[in-house]
């Protein structure tokens, strides 16, 4: 069963773009790969540019052959690049608007500072500022 998520990242301008996935959005899934393997901007941006995802993984591009039914080991599914979708991105004016709309099951944001953070998307909006962990303590 799929544990829906999304994954954003802070800009420069205090904007945030963000990005739907379907698959292990938990934070012993997605949270810990985000941590392990997405320290860096320009790799999290790499991540956000392919648009939203099937399955998140520790790589972004392949090196083979790789599609959406036939994906290479360790590599990111994504719906644009992979299965021929339309770009689908979504736009907050700031990381709050972010964490409190709709982030499926958990969200998570690369903030402007270089660190991932999360929220439980089964809070309530506005609870969910005052519940905002650290995917380093996963």
Known sequence: MATRSKIAIENADGTVTAVYCHWDGYPEGNGMILAEHYRHREKVQQLIDLGSISSLQEF???????????????????????????????????????????????????????????????????????????????
């Open 60 to 138: 972004v591009f392949p090196e083979g052959e790789h599609s959406f039914d036939k994906p290479e080991d360790g590599v990111t599914v994504a719906y644009h690049r992979d299965r021929g979708e339309d770009m689908m991105q979504e736009h907050y004016d700031s990381a709050e608007d972010y964490l409190t709309s709709d982030v499926e099951e958990w969200g998570y944001l690369f903030t402007s500072e270089g660190s991932w953070v999360y929220v439980n998307g089964s809070y309530s909006p506005l609870d969910r500022l005052s519940h905002i962990y650290n995917c380093s303590e996963i």
